[in-house]
């Protein structure tokens, strides 16, 4: 590993949530050169307002739906209004069935952000599959962290309605259904295949492990593709596993925990009951001069035809790699050019269904 780039703090950001949950909602509408004095500002106590306003979830009025070329739907669950945004590409007409995609944003942003954090879009429109931006309740998922949780925070719920909404509204191929997600997205995206088992074909994970009530509680019922990106210099859900560094914002008694990344891809590999002598590894061929690298272990042999495939990306932060830098690296991390999470994402559910 290279040396790290200095972060802006001198601790962990666990040590600052409510620093980094305000950045994160604030990466969703400014631009990194602005970043800077978007700090400066929230540690002088001069950004409760801002905060507030980017909490709602609007989104910057500038970009309207038609601009991000997503139609807005909602949904009523548990008694609450839910919204989710959907992106059709050109080759939709309604007359096939096509496969869908669920995106899931991180804690603290919203669903307005994921296009152009990930360029799903543009993934979708060369590859004719639908994609859709389901937005959190308070910017969060409920990813069984294991604490209690009101009715109208049951996020599964809310999935399970839209789902239904989806395929009443388009012509969707319900044995192509994929889940994926960044860091509460993808805890929330492995919660889905633990509890809507048979719903999905593949998930994937970006920036997330596996919060210990998960780990530890939750079975795997049923096989299913995963994959799992994770850079081992990420701050936010430690590599090696910890506390992770939104909580605190969370009404939460107790610090979360999650597994390290090793962890959760043997978790995966022995539910879909791969095995450690059906793995290839192998390291990206691109080598970008930001000084990343990504190394790639495919679990082959699963029952079913199953795999679980794991990149591990040198160097890389809580980030999406191939991505936008939504904040900069001294916050969290480098987005790395060695390899797009979007992309493998796309590879891995072409090749499964259920």
């Known amino acids: 590993m290279v040396n790290r780039a200095p972060r802006l703090f001198s601790k962990p950001l666990a040590a600052y949530p ?12 400014t631009t990194p050169c602005s970043m800077a004095q978007s700090a400066k500002e929230l540690l002088k106590g001069e950004f409760s307002d801002v905060l ?40 939709y007409t309604g007359k096939a069935a096509m496969p869908l995609v669920l995106a899931f944003h991180g804690a603290g942003s919203h669903a307005r952000a994921m296009p152009k954090l990930t360029g799903l879009n543009q993934c979708a429109d ?8 389901p937005d959190g309740l308070n910017t969060h998922w409920n990813d069984g962290n294991g604490g209690k949780t009101k009715p109208e925070l049951e996020d599964v719920d809310f999935v399970k309605v839209m789902l239904n909404q989806i395929s009443k509204q388009y012509k969707i191929d319900k044995s192509r259904i994929y889940a994926g997600g960044m860091s509460n997205g993808g805890f929330f995206s492995q919660y889905l295949a633990l509890t ?13 492990s596996l919060e210990i009530p998960m780990y530890t509680k939750l079975k795997s019922e049923k096989p299913i593709s995963v994959l799992l990106i994770h ?5 936010v859900v430690p590599f090696t596993g910890g506390s992770i560094g ?41 080598k970008p001069k930001d000084g990343t690298q990504a190394l790639r272990k495919v679990y082959s042999g699963g029952k079913d035809g ?22 900069p690296e001294a ?19 072409q090749r499964h269904h259920l």
């Not at 199953?306 to 904040?327: A, F, R």
């Not at 987005?335 to 590879?347: I, K």
């Open 126 to 133: 060369q590859h004719s599959f639908i994609v859709v931006y």
């Open 231 to 235: 850079g081992d210099d990420d701050d």
């Open 306 to 327: 199953v795999e679980v495939v794991s990149i591990t990306v040198l160097n890389g932060g809580h980030t999406w790699p191939g991505g936008w830098q939504y904040l």
């Open 246 to 286: 939104v909580s605190g914002v969370m009404d939460e008694k107790t610090v979360r925990k999650c597994t390290s990344a090793a962890q959760a891809v043997q978790f995966w590999v022995k539910a879909d009951q791969c095995s450690d002598k059906n793995c290839t590894t192998g390291v990206t061929d691109a």
């Open 196 to 208: 809507l088992p048979g719903t999905f074909a593949a998930i994937a994970s970006v920036a997330a």
């Open 52 to 91: 507030g306003s980017l909490r709602s979830g609007t989104g910057d009025p500038k970009e309207s739906n038609e601009k991000l070329q997503l139609k807005q739907f909602s949904v009523k669950s548990n008694g609450v209004d839910r919204i989710f945004f959907v992106h059709l590409p050109p080759s």
């Open 331 to 349: 916050i969290v991390g480098k987005t790395s050019r060695a390899v797009n999470a979007t992309d493998e994402m796309w590879n891995l559910f």
């Open 18 to 29: 409510l620093v980094l949950t305000t950045l994160l909602c604030v990466s969703a509408f």
